[in-house]
């Protein structure tokens, strides 16, 4: 069968998500990581205090689910070295400066490298002020402008 438009377009590209453990974005990851094996890298943009709890919070609620179930019937044992040869867990939050990404390095990596931004961030309080509440809502409208300056591709 001929691989659709829409996957190949999405080989050799690298995606920079945000909410990564929100239940939209773990679908759209696993789709696009059975899907389009040949896709460059993967940053998620995952809340958590320190890369470690990024790191531990990406595979507890997001790779550990029954959801990743078929990539791990796909890749077996080599599925965790797919995994890391693709995933990026960056440290961030969507409600501070930069996103909250204090490592400089990274955040010009990813500002170097990133071709598709994909916005999945959300609040689960619903008693948010109304300003923070909509701030996934700003960002998906400020968010690729306010960087087109600092991306290469975008």
């Known amino acids: 069968m001929e691989e659709s438009k829409i996957v190949q377009y999405f080989e050799g590209k690298t995606i920079f998500i945000t909410g990564a453990t929100g239940y939209l974005a773990k679908i759209f990851l696993e789709k696009i990581l059975r899907v389009q094996?040949?896709?460059?890298?993967?940053?998620?943009?995952?809340?958590?205090?320190?890369?470690?709890?990024?790191?531990?919070?990406?595979?507890?609620?997001?790779?550990?689910?029954?959801?990743?179930?078929?990539?791990?019937?796909?890749?077996?044992?080599?599925?965790?070295?797919?995994?890391l040869s693709k995933i990026i867990p960056v440290c961030g939050d969507v409600s501070y400066e930069n996103l909250g990404i204090s490592d400089?390095?990274?955040?010009?990596e990813m500002w170097q490298e990133v071709d598709i931004i994909v916005n999945s961030a959300a609040t689960t309080r619903?008693?948010?002020?109304?300003?923070?509440?909509g701030v996934g809502q700003f960002i998906f409208q400020e968010f690729p402008h306010e960087l087109n300056n600092d991306m290469n591709y975008l």
């Not at 619903?126 to 509440?133: K, M």
Request: proline share 3%; glycine share 2%; hydrophobic share 40%.
């Open 37 to 83: 094996p040949k896709l460059k890298k993967l940053f998620l943009l995952i809340r958590a205090e320190d890369k470690r709890s990024a790191e531990q919070r990406l595979h507890e609620e997001v790779l550990n689910t029954e959801l990743f179930r078929v990539l791990k019937e796909k890749y077996g044992a080599d599925l965790c070295p797919f995994l």
């Open 104 to 108: 400089s390095k990274l955040r010009e």
């Open 126 to 133: 619903f008693d948010e002020r109304y300003i923070l509440f």
